[in-house]
């Protein structure tokens, strides 16, 4: 519940408005049987037309300004009650009973006086690779999972894919939606998001296999016991510790797992000699 004596006065300006507007169309309904009667001209009958056309205007007027409060124009008590655009949970508030509020004293950067959420539905924000673009569509279905839930996943669906990647971490923004009836997911929880991609060419390796040099990827096969060749390879989806490969490596092909940066060490150190 606010007070507010500029809502005051635009309660008392619609009241006077309403009050004006009957007298006019009183006084337009007398001049107009009092003109129909031959006994008043026709100009004070314009005269009060054009009054009540005037009063009319002045009273919508004020009715849209006391609509904007969302406020009673019956009587002139200065306050409105603040309704909650949705309904949820309260879960910051920045001011106090009595506390006074001036539009000329919040800066941009201010906190909002009630921060409202519903905790039954929850966004979730995801940073997306490049390489992820091609299989990212609106109204696509996700599965969450949380370090939290091992054992479990969370279905969300897709609602926005922003237009820009991030010049600095590379990654483009993905907005989307879950179903947290259960309260399982909590406010600002981390999770990883899978998509079904369907089935593709190629071959699926351990991630660690594959490693990034510059904007390419790369993997160490096994030519012959402790020989090792550096391949590029081109990558597609990753889940559950996987990446997979679709073009560079053949199915069956030996990749090094552990020790492959050793390996990019050893290579580069070789290469300088």
Known sequence: MLASPEFGQTQADARRAASDFAL?????????????????PRKDMQTAEADHARAESELQRAQKKISLYGGNETAVDQSFTLKSPIAGTVVERNINPGQELRSDLVLANAPAMFVITDPARLWVQLDANERDLPNLKRGQTLRLRSSSYAD?????????????????????????SVDNRGRKLKGEMYVTAE????????????AKAVFLVGDKYYAFTEDAPGTFTRVEVKTGGDANGTIGVI?????GQ?????????LQRLSRQLAGD
């Open 254 to 262: 030996k990749v090094v797992v552990e020790g492959s940066l050793l």
């Open 195 to 206: 998509i079904d991609i369907g089935t593709r060419p190629g071959v699926q390796v351990p």
């Open 247 to 251: 073009a560079g490596l053949a199915p």
């Open 152 to 176: 479990e996943s969370f279905g969300a669906t897709v609602d926005m894919i922003s237009d820009f990647i991030d010049p600095v971490t590379r990654v483009i923004k993905v907005r989307g």
């Open 24 to 40: 006019a169309e009183k006084n337009l309904a007398r001049l107009r049987e009092l003109h129909a009667n031959g006994v008043a």
